[in-house]
């Protein structure tokens, strides 16, 4: 169980175009969905917070218009990095919770590669 | 600020070693989880630890919950080269946000 998928696995695109990243909890409704930047031999830098339905709460420093974040369900989660820039490039990882037992464990999806030329 | 500290940083041991990896912090925490991830893959739960003074075993993992709740440790037995990865500690805070420690990168050589 508390299974949590990402799509696409990996995307290269062009400087200046969009980029979508899909989110979805396989077998539970997520009552909180995390995203997250990830450079390389680094730890997880969370960027944003999303509740279902509300908007996403973003972290200090993180542009919340370049970095649109929807969560339309209990089990999607959208990341959509607008007018990527080389500087963008990392590992995009999502994840989801569902507030067992009082704590709130979180699940991660596979990630995302972004590679923007 | 809430900081969470990991040690050693980087690890790199003999197949069939034991080792002992630190999450420290001046904060409380009402849970901490124990991740590992390996490279180019998402982190994967491995443990929640709840009550001060709690330990918890997974195969030849040992973790345990420092009594004040503030310091977590995680102790490999007769480390394998499948113990391989990147260890992430996270500690949930009293404002229900989640802190992760910087990672300890372990190399298990055959």
């Known amino acids: 169980g508390a299974v949590v998928s990402q799509h696409p696995s990996w995307v290269i695109c062009k400087s200046g175009t969009s980029v979508k990243i899909e989110c979805r909890s396989l077998?539970?409704?997520?009552?909180?969905m995390f995203w997250y930047r990830q450079f390389p031999k680094q730890s997880l830098m969370l960027m944003a917070t999303?509740?279902?339905?509300?908007?996403?709460?973003?972290e200090q420093g993180v542009e919340k218009d370049k970095f649109l974040i929807n969560h339309a369900s209990l089990t999607l989660s959208t990341l959509t990095v607008t007018s990527a820039h080389p500087e963008d490039s990392s590992f995009y990882i999502c994840?989801?919770?569902?507030?067992?037992?009082?704590?709130?464990?979180?699940?991660f999806g596979p990630g995302t590669r972004l590679t923007v030329l | 600020t809430q900081l969470l500290e990991q040690s050693p940083q980087f690890l790199s041991i003999q197949e069939g070693e034991n080792l002992t990896v630190y999450c420290n912090s001046s904060?409380?925490?009402?849970?901490l989880q124990w991740y590992r991830q390996e490279p180019g893959e998402g982190p994967v739960l491995l443990v929640t630890v709840v009550t001060g003074g709690e330990v918890k075993k997974l195969k030849r993992l040992t973790f345990q919950f420092g009594d004040a709740r503030k310091d977590s440790s995680l102790h490999i037995t007769a480390a394998q080269p499948g113990d391989t990865g990147l260890y992430l500690c996270a500690g949930e805070t009293s404002y229900d946000k989640v802190i992760f420690g910087p990672g300890t990168s372990l190399s298990v050589i055959p």
């Open positions: 077998d539970f409704q997520a009552t909180t």
């Open positions: 994840s989801a919770s569902y507030g067992l037992a009082g704590y709130n464990e979180q699940f």
């Open positions: 904060s409380v925490f009402s849970s």
């Open positions: 999303s509740n279902e339905g509300s908007k996403a709460t973003y």
